[in-house]
């Protein structure tokens, strides 16, 4: 039996889902495991062309945009591996990254869910993978004084593996069991904030919430929304794609 599921939501992501999974077809012997792609009724040629290229993964293809959640929900709910890897299609992984978080999980029983550091593509930390719950008080701090101490944890060791409140949907490192006794995603979020719930309800159940940051991977970041500045000119996102993704950003949090 394999040992990892790799969940990847597609919407537009383009050429960086063809890149995503050439990472992935690269990593096979690291790891037994099995790719599912579910696309949410990309108007791009990204998922006929990834179709054709990786012929050996599985494929589901949704007629509308379920959101992020839910679509991720159809292939960990068909799962039958100890570990799921939930992964943005814009990011990249190097050897070695899936085996290590696979060794951490299996001798750390308590860890419900891990992610290693998160590099945008200049380098710098994407600090949505390491993250404080957006408490009234953590908020006030970030938004009104600029002080992200709470809401971005950044008086922790950054160097060495230690507990977070949340780690980011573009790539979360998950048990299997943990989630049997959690539930998935809430569906009712459409776009954004699914993962600082799901890590909640982890915590709840007390299990941990990790950081790793021994290992890796890049995220482009904002590629399918195209609302980030540092990718607007790599995505495709309409203007009303973009209006939408503001809008479920501000209404979630």
Same mark, same amino acid.
């Given at each position: 039996?394999?040992?990892?599921?790799?969940?990847?939501?597609?919407?537009?992501?383009?050429?960086?889902?063809?890149?995503?999974?050439?990472?992935?077809?690269?990593?096979?012997?690291?790891?037994?495991?099995?790719?599912?792609?579910?696309? +949410?009724?990309?108007?791009?040629?990204?998922?006929?062309?990834?179709?054709?290229?990786?012929?050996?993964?599985?494929?589901?293809?949704?007629?509308?945009?379920?959101?992020?959640?839910?679509?991720? +929900?159809?292939?960990?709910?068909?799962?039958?591996?100890?570990?799921?890897?939930?992964?943005?299609?814009?990011?990249?992984?190097?050897?070695?990254?899936?085996?290590?978080?696979?060794?951490?999980?299996?001798? +750390?029983?308590?860890?419900?869910?891990?992610?290693?550091?998160?590099?945008?593509?200049?380098?710098?930390?994407?600090?949505?993978?390491?993250?404080?719950?957006?408490?009234?008080?953590?908020?006030?701090?970030?938004?009104?004084?600029? +002080?992200?101490?709470?809401?971005?944890?950044?008086?922790?060791?950054?160097?060495?593996?230690?507990?977070?409140?949340?780690?980011?949907?573009?790539?979360?490192?998950?048990?299997?069991?943990?989630?049997?006794?959690?539930?998935?995603?809430?569906?009712?979020?459409?776009?954004?904030?699914?993962?600082?719930?799901?890590?909640?309800?982890?915590?709840?159940?007390?299990?941990?919430?990790?950081?790793?940051?021994?290992?890796?991977?890049?995220?482009?970041?904002?590629?399918?929304?195209?609302?980030?500045?540092?990718?607007?000119?790599?995505?495709?996102?309409?203007?009303?794609?973009?209006?939408?993704?503001?809008?479920?950003?501000?209404?979630?949090?």
């Amino acid at each position: 039996m394999n040992k990892l599921t790799v969940s990847i939501v597609n919407y537009n992501a383009g050429e960086y889902l063809i890149k995503c999974l050439e990472s992935l077809r690269s990593l096979k012997n690291e790891l037994s495991m099995d790719i599912v792609v579910v696309d +949410n009724a990309s108007i791009d040629s990204s998922i006929n062309v990834a179709k054709k290229k990786f012929p050996e993964f599985k494929y589901i293809i949704n007629k509308k945009n379920l959101g992020f959640g839910k679509a991720h +929900n159809l292939a960990i709910k068909n799962a039958k591996t100890p570990y799921i890897l939930v992964l943005n299609p814009d990011c990249r992984m190097g050897k070695g990254v899936i085996p290590y978080l696979y060794e951490f999980m299996e001798s +750390n029983k308590d860890v419900g869910v891990c992610s290693c550091r998160v590099e945008k593509e200049d380098g710098s930390l994407d600090k949505a993978s390491h993250r404080g719950f957006p408490t009234p008080w953590a908020s006030f701090l970030y938004f009104f004084l600029k +002080n992200d101490r709470l809401y971005h944890l950044t008086d922790r060791n950054m160097s060495a593996p230690h507990e977070v409140d949340s780690v980011v949907g573009a790539f979360m490192f998950l048990r299997k069991k943990t989630l049997d006794e959690t539930g998935l995603f809430d569906e009712d979020y459409f776009l954004y904030g699914e993962d600082i719930d799901l890590c909640y309800r982890i915590k709840e159940k007390s299990y941990k919430v990790m950081y790793v940051p021994e290992v890796k991977i890049i995220h482009a970041k904002g590629v399918s929304s195209g609302i980030k500045k540092h990718s607007q000119e790599k995505s495709i996102a309409s203007k009303h794609s973009k209006f939408v993704s503001i809008g479920f950003f501000y209404s979630t949090m």
